[in-house]
């Protein structure tokens, strides 16, 4: 890591710009991002209201087994690629 050495990062701004050299992509305009920003917060409430009787995360991953099971295997294929589930 020398090549951090060389960079002077006063703040988090300065931060963001050292960890994003390429900016955002052209995708990301305001209009988009309220949309997905309001079907988070949709899910998160949904997801809070399902679990809220269960104090810990096995608990909660029952939960929804048995109340939402679509939005656990949405929550499980997190963050992977949409090759992986192809058939």
Do not use: H, W
């Amino acid at each position: 890591m020398d090549f951090i050495k060389d960079k002077k990062i006063k703040d988090v701004e300065s931060l963001n710009e050292f960890l994003r050299p390429f900016g955002y992509a052209f995708t990301r305009v305001e209009s988009l991002e309220r949309i997905i920003q309001g079907k988070n917060k949709e899910l998160c409430d949904k997801f809070n209201e399902l679990t809220k009787e269960q104090d810990n995360s096995l608990d909660k991953i029952i939960a929804l087994q048995d109340l939402a099971p679509e939005m656990l295997e949405n929550i499980l294929r997190l963050g992977k690629a949409k090759e992986i589930f192809k058939l």
